[in-house]
């Protein structure tokens, strides 16, 4: 929580520990500890705790994980240029929104995905001493070779890129479905879907090397959760007749590259005739279940019930 990061912040800039800072700002040292547990925090509090250690408006919990404010800076500026160049090869034809909204959320979701893996996030950023600002074609070859071989670069315009197909197959298929008020979604578990798709497109990628244990670990959470998540919007669905325009649970089973294609003919209004099967079992098995229920009655009516007998030979085709 943003209390707890400020606090530990402010600690480490000021070199001090609970009782000082806690006169510093006035408070009682008891108070530094509850916010240190997640006790809220007015804002009037955040924004002096901010100024007094220069943090500005970047994210605390991003700043936390960075290490240092200035490592915050680097940090931004290359996952910003990174961002900015994976969304040339966007085809899937949807708005990436999280890589064009808030650059802090977008650097601490990056920095969640690699710790929940297991990969440390280095004290010094990587490629800090390459200028990225106004990149000409003389200047792209440099950048690419410098990318291609910085294990963190690569790794994340890797992640960054599988994040495009992950999104686009969600922003395609899923999204309205979260938001569609007669499924609730947002009352299960499933509200989750959104939050974690940099964890899923994690798993769409190349095993880090030296990471193989910890990925693999992490892969089968990531795609065991989502399985959970995608079967209760499914089911949710199709109980309230809300037709699904793809199979939900590609979003786990198809590589990245393949999402992006499913998301690209959707934009272009290809799959309009398109209905998943299994609404149209649903409706198949509702007709029948009518069946069974009318039937019988006519059958009473008509008085032919007792001496029917069904020829089931005739069910199969000879």
Not at 166 to 194: C, H, K, P, R, S
Request: contains cysteine.
């Amino acid at each position: 929580m943003i209390q707890e990061s400020l606090i530990q912040l402010a600690l480490k800039a000021l070199s001090c520990n609970q009782k000082e800072l806690a006169a510093r700002l006035n408070v009682s040292p008891a108070q530094i500890s509850k916010w240190k547990n997640g006790e809220y925090m007015s804002l009037d509090m955040q924004k002096r705790i901010r100024t007094i250690i220069g943090l500005g408006e970047i994210d605390a919990n991003f700043v936390l994980m960075a290490g240092s404010v200035d490592n915050a800076a680097k940090w931004r500026k290359l996952i910003a240029f990174l961002s900015e160049r994976v969304q040339f090869d966007n085809d899937t034809g949807y708005d990436i929104e999280p890589l064009n909204d808030d650059i802090d959320l977008l650097c601490w979701k990056i920095f969640d995905t690699l710790k929940n893996i297991g990969i440390p996030i280095p004290a010094t950023p990587p490629l800090a001493d390459i200028d990225m600002d106004g990149v000409d074609a003389d200047d792209s070859d440099r950048i690419d070779e410098a990318i291609n071989n910085d294990f963190y670069a690569n790794l994340i315009e890797n992640l960054l890129s599988a994040f495009i197909d992950v999104y686009g197959f969600y922003a395609a298929f899923i999204a309205d479905l979260l938001w569609a008020e007669e499924l609730d979604i947002f009352e299960t578990a499933a509200e989750d879907i959104d939050a974690h798709l940099m964890h899923l497109s994690a798993t769409k990628i190349e095993v880090p090397r030296g990471y193989e244990t910890s990925f693999s670990q992490f892969c089968w959470e990531t795609k065991k959760n989502y399985r959970k998540w995608l079967n209760i919007v499914k089911s949710r669905a199709i109980r309230a007749g809300v037709p699904l325009r793809a199979e939900l649970l590609d979003l786990i089973n198809l590589n990245a590259g393949a999402l992006g294609a499913k998301a690209e003919v959707e934009s272009l209004g290809l799959n309009s005739s398109n209905l998943h099967p299994d609404i149209y079992m649903n409706e198949i098995l509702a007709g029948i279940r009518i069946i069974h229920q009318v039937l019988p009655l006519i059958m009473k009516k008509l008085g032919i019930d007792e001496e029917f007998k069904l020829d089931t030979s005739a069910l199969y085709n000879n």
